[in-house]
């Protein structure tokens, strides 16, 4: 009978604590080499590959760690991090810890040299005492590196707080980003997703993180919403008061809806004055004793949308106005207001702590102190808008915004990016209108930034065919090929690559729009808005009117004077305040995303980190991508092992 080789040590599975994690054996390692993956780890997990990984192992020389599989391996040795692609190797060591990807699934590499049987355990002539060294000298070995596992977070953090750069793409920079309070309002944050590690949902938010405290009236916007899920998912509203649900569903949807829901909700769909239009926005107000609570988001009220996709969500909490406030109001409570007031909303009335009485409808929003809105506010309303509202929605809005603001030099001609979700029935003409308004600006030589080239960010069929959902990821990417397919949008197409978010696999539901040289951006969008006509509004007769068939929400970041807020209608005795800057004080902000590699101390202006998900710039479509588009019939199995049906299609978002 062969000699059975001698044990090395295990791989021991942790949790993103880095604590050992009981529920999962460990995994011997012996001497030559160990296939780790699907077969050796029990998870059902079919992301993890047959052969994932190789450890070959001996007595006296480090483990060389080989990459099998086609997905990737993290390794961590000390405070340097490394990813490995397919048929990439290393070597490991005792304590290091190994990570699977996608997925979660941790491991500590813990070599077992001293245990019975290894060479290290033969006594010498000194009676046990150079295992006595050798034993207290692994304690010490193994003390310092749990005190280096507890750290190990802190101190990449603390780098990139002190402008350390994060070296390569490979890094999952996603890990680092936690704005400060004051920050918070000035940036958005990308929502959870169920099946990501924890690192990947760093600083993201669920619907239970953002509907909270003593609400005393909400308003909930939204296309889709699933009645059943939003009580059971967020239990906080079923104690509110008063609830307006304003939402875009059919009769079908809205006859349950009518039965299911609260005595005290109230449901309101708005008017669609204009054929294949929708009530689309994404946002809710919440009103607190102590001020109001403005979120704008990107995802329907179903369970999906805040579980397997990538979406993003911006708040911002503001106080009543006091009574020597001026009765004139900011660029964003107008905004804010004249979009309510287009919703023709049901008025109702209410009794407020302290105020008494108060009717709730679009004006009421105006006792709000808006002055340190860190954004503004694009919308979109039905109709043929001209004369002084021709800029007042849509992309003229965003063209008029932006004609307003002044832009560092470098963005000159810059690029721009389209991310979305549903592609409309598009043509050349709409696409240079549309690039037109989105390359307003001027730098501060108050000359015209010129008109930039744009890219479209849109998942391939392989990327649906392998995300977290399959093919049913596709339902949310409503699209069908006579959309998709239009050989002038052939040179628009670049892919969805979210390493660094940990979104590759997570399907975008978010939509936003930017203009950037590389990670700098002159301004960011995060909208409900898709690339369509019906979302963004054409020009009509001889561009005197704007034609816009959607309700639509966005919030745009730009370069502006810093100020921080840290006020909050839930920090119980500690609301916090906002504090305005003399305009001559003031640093103008830069906005940047998570790959910027830049140093915080040597910048003149306030860095602010927005959480962008993929990948800029933009990697284009390769000969063999195909972009997806849902009516087409696809025999290669996904992930879960399923096919695509032309016929099925469960989840519909209007262009």
Same mark, same amino acid.
């Given at each position: 009978m062969a000699a059975l080789a001698p044990q090395i040590g295990f791989l021991v599975p942790v949790n993103d604590k880095l604590q050992e994690n009981t529920s999962i054996p460990k995994i011997p390692i012996v001497h030559g080499p160990n296939i780790v993956g699907r077969d050796s780890i029990p998870v059902a997990d079919k992301r993890l590959s047959r052969k994932h990984l190789c450890i070959t192992a001996s007595l006296n020389a480090p483990a060389h760690l080989i990459v099998e599989g086609s997905n990737p391996v993290v390794v961590r040795s000390n405070d340097q991090r490394k990813k490995l692609l397919s048929r990439e190797s290393c070597?490991?060591?005792?304590?290091?810890?190994?990570?699977?990807?996608?997925?979660?699934?941790?491991?500590k590499f813990v070599c077992e040299r001293n245990s019975v049987g290894s060479s290290s355990q033969k006594r010498d002539s000194s009676g046990g005492k150079r295992v006595c060294e050798e034993d207290e000298f692994v304690s010490r070995k193994r003390a310092k590196q749990v005190s280096q596992?507890?750290?190990?977070?802190?101190?990449?953090?603390?780098?990139?707080?002190?402008?350390?750069?994060?070296?390569?793409?490979?890094?999952?920079?996603?890990?680092?980003?936690?704005?400060?309070?004051?920050?918070?309002?000035?940036?958005?944050?990308?929502?959870?997703?169920?099946?990501?590690?924890?690192?990947?949902?760093?600083?993201?938010v669920s619907i239970g993180d953002v509907v909270q405290g003593n609400i005393q009236v909400a308003l909930l916007s939204n296309y889709m919403v699933d009645i059943d899920w939003l009580t059971s998912a967020c239990t906080t509203l079923t104690k509110v008061p008063h609830v307006l649900v304003i939402h875009g569903e059919g009769d079908g949807t809205l006859e349950?809806?009518?039965?299911?829901?609260?005595?005290?909700?109230?449901?309101?769909?708005?008017?669609?004055?204009?054929s294949y239009g929708t009530h689309h926005s994404k946002a809710m107000l919440l009103v607190y004793p102590q001020g109001v609570r403005i979120i704008v988001h990107t995802a329907n009220l179903i369970y999906v949308d805040w579980n397997n996709k990538s979406q993003g969500l911006w708040m911002q909490d503001f106080p009543w106005k006091n009574s020597n406030a001026s009765n004139k109001g900011s660029g964003f409570e107008n905004d804010l207001v004249d979009y309510l007031t287009a919703l023709k909303l049901p008025e109702f009335s209410v009794s407020l702590p302290g105020l008494g009485n108060c009717s709730i409808n679009a004006s009421f929003f105006r006792r709000f102190d808006y002055s340190s809105a860190t954004v503004r506010l694009i919308a979109s309303v039905p109709g043929y808008h001209s004369g002084s509202s021709l800029k007042k929605w849509g992309h003229m809005k965003l063209r008029t915004v932006l004609q307003e603001s002044t832009f560092d030099q470098q963005f000159r001609k810059a690029p721009l990016v389209y991310q979305f979700s549903s592609l409309g029935s598009l043509d050349e003409k709409w696409m240079t209108e549309l690039a037109s308004s989105m390359s307003s600006g001027v730098s501060e030589d108050q000359k015209p930034l010129g008109v930039g080239e744009p890219l479209?960010?849109?998942?391939?069929?392989?990327? =649906?065919?392998? !995300?977290? +959902? $399959?093919?049913?990821?596709?339902?949310?990417?409503?699209?069908?090929?006579?959309? @998709?397919?239009? %050989?002038?949008?052939?040179?628009?197409?670049?892919?969805?690559?979210?390493?660094?978010?940990?979104?590759?696999?997570?399907?975008?539901?978010?939509?936003?729009?930017?203009?950037?040289?590389?990670?700098?951006?002159?301004?960011?969008?995060?909208?409900?808005?898709?690339?369509s006509k019906a979302a963004w509004g054409a020009l009509q007769k001889n561009n005197s009117q704007l034609m816009i068939r959607s309700y639509e929400l966005g919030v745009l970041f730009l370069p502006s004077k810093w100020q921080g807020c840290s006020f909050s209608c839930t920090d119980n005795g500690n609301q916090g305040k906002c504090e305005s800057a003399k305009?001559?004080?003031?640093?103008?902000?830069?906005? =940047?995303?998570? !790959?910027? +590699? $830049?140093?915080?101390?040597?910048?003149?202006?306030?860095?602010?980190?927005?959480? @962008?998900?993929? %990948?800029?710039?933009?990697?284009?479509?390769?000969?063999?991508?195909?972009?997806w588009s849902w009516d087409r019939r696809y025999s290669k199995r996904d992930v879960h092992g399923q096919v695509w049906p032309r016929q099925v299609q469960l989840y519909t978002t209007k262009d």
């Open positions: 070597e490991i060591r005792d304590g290091d810890f190994v990570e699977l990807i996608p997925g979660y699934h941790f491991f596992d507890e750290v190990f977070a802190r101190s990449l953090q603390a780098e990139l707080n002190h402008g350390s750069p994060v070296h390569g793409k490979s890094i999952e920079t996603i890990r680092y980003f936690s704005p400060t309070k004051d920050k918070l309002p000035s940036t958005f944050r990308l929502m959870k997703v169920k099946d990501l590690p924890p690192w990947a949902n760093t600083n993201a349950y809806m009518k039965r299911k829901k609260f005595a005290n909700w109230i449901l309101h769909k708005p008017p669609l004055p204009i479209i960010i849109w998942p391939s069929v392989e990327d =649906v065919r392998c !995300s977290l +959902e $399959g093919y049913a990821a596709g339902n949310a990417i409503p699209s069908p090929q006579k959309n @998709v397919e239009k %050989e002038f949008l052939k040179k628009y197409w670049a892919k969805w690559k979210a390493s660094h978010s940990g979104r590759c696999h997570a399907m975008p539901h978010i939509k936003t729009f930017a203009r950037y040289n590389g990670q700098n951006l002159a301004w960011f969008l995060l909208t409900s808005s898709n690339l305009a001559s004080e003031a640093e103008k902000t830069k906005l =940047v995303t998570l !790959s910027w +590699e $830049g140093n915080r101390n040597t910048e003149s202006s306030e860095v602010i980190t927005l959480p @962008v998900p993929y %990948e800029l710039p933009p990697q284009r479509y390769s000969s063999e991508d195909i972009p």
